[in-house]
């Protein structure tokens, strides 16, 4: 064991809007399970969905965090593939292993499929325990806190994925989010010829066309000009409104696709007679199984960049004041980590 305390600090979400911290025993590691120390977590819009009441998924008390990176503290029995020390970053999701879905590399869409964080205690805790198949190996070029976004990373190239995307598509993201921002990067990996980014916040926009867009749309400046209608081969909607569907159905020419991503929260409308009579593709996305060594390797090479993305950094101890700032101060931060000293606690 690297770290002697027997003791886990965990943070959970307690309420509306509120997480307290105490401290519990460290799990007990089981058959075909690894414990992790984690280093290093990324706040996401949806652990706010579901301390505010808008996305139903676990209820409190219960420790969120999806977006975890760590190193390999203890293994089960029948563990081969992972030993103390290795750094590893976590898929959270898990599913039955046995029905038809499982055994053909689609858990999430298993009936029982749930996520660590979402339904399960996730990685608002000092040592967590996961399936040893929920792992995946870090090579020295990514840190800590990088790896944190290879679980979003993967749902936005699953995406990818489907959209089949072909040298030179003309493509638009709506959204100027993490997510947004992520899919710019992939879609010029991809091969999509000219990449245009809309969304509301200048700074994230300058910082599309650093990571690869061909232009940006602010749709709040008096003097944009609105993006050519029916032009485009492929609109990503990552925002997730009425407006952002609507306007991904008018950007699109005649057969092309559109990938749904962002969650609206709510049934929104759809003009479907525009839909079929373009012959639109409708495409929705969760998690991709598959693509997580993909990803891992386009951090690594720079194909995927992150860095750019991570705005600002909290000590694990302050995990609700993380929280607070990502809710307070949405239009400054991208993206925030919050980080684990390896040696905190010891003392507790």
């Known amino acids: 064991m690297r770290n ?50 808008h996305a139903e998924f676990g209820e409190p008390p219960l420790p969120l965090g999806h977006e975890l990176a760590g190193v390999v503290e203890r293994v089960g029995a029948g563990v081969t593939a992972w030993r103390t020390g290795d750094r590893v970053c976590i898929d959270p999701l898990t599913g039955c292993g046995e029905c038809g879905e499982c055994l053909s590399g689609n858990k999430h869409r298993c009936p029982d499929a749930g996520e660590f964080g979402l339904r399960y205690p996730g990685g608002w805790q000092r040592f967590m325990v996961v399936p040893s198949a929920n792992l995946y190996r870090l090579p020295g070029a990514i840190g800590f806190a990088e790896a944190t976004q290879a679980e979003t990373l993967h749902c936005c190239l699953g995406g990818i994925d489907k959209l089949d995307v072909r040298i030179g598509d003309r493509a638009t993201v709506i959204g100027d989010g993490p997510t947004g921002l992520y899919f710019v990067q992939l879609l010029r990996a991809a091969g999509a010829g000219k990449v245009r980014l809309i969304g509301m916040r200048d700074y994230r926009l300058q910082l599309a066309l650093e990571l690869g867009a061909d232009e940006t749309t602010n749709v709040l400046a008096a003097d944009s000009l609105p993006p050519a209608a029916a032009s485009q081969d492929i609109v990503i909607d990552a925002a997730g409104t009425e407006t952002s569907l609507a306007q991904s159905i008018e950007l699109l020419k005649i057969g092309g696709r559109l990938l749904l991503f962002g969650l609206a929260g709510k049934p929104i409308t759809v003009d479907m007679q525009t839909v079929v009579l373009k012959e639109l593709s409708l495409l929705g996305s969760t998690n991709a199984p598959r693509v997580w060594s993909r990803v891992i390797g386009m951090m690594a090479s720079g194909q995927a960049r992150v860095k750019p993305l991570l705005t600002h950094a909290y000590p694990f101890g302050e995990l609700d004041r993380a929280i607070a700032f990502a809710r307070s101060q949405t239009d400054e931060a991208i993206k925030i980590i919050v980080t684990v000293d390896e040696n905190q606690g010891e003392s507790q």
């Open 4 to 53: 002697p305390s027997t003791r886990n600090q965990i943070w959970e979400w307690t309420g509306l809007n509120a997480v307290m911290s105490r401290e519990a025993e460290r799990a007990d590691v089981g058959p075909g399970q690894v414990e992790v120390g984690i280093r290093a977590i990324g706040i996401c819009g949806t652990d706010l969905h579901i301390m505010s009441g």
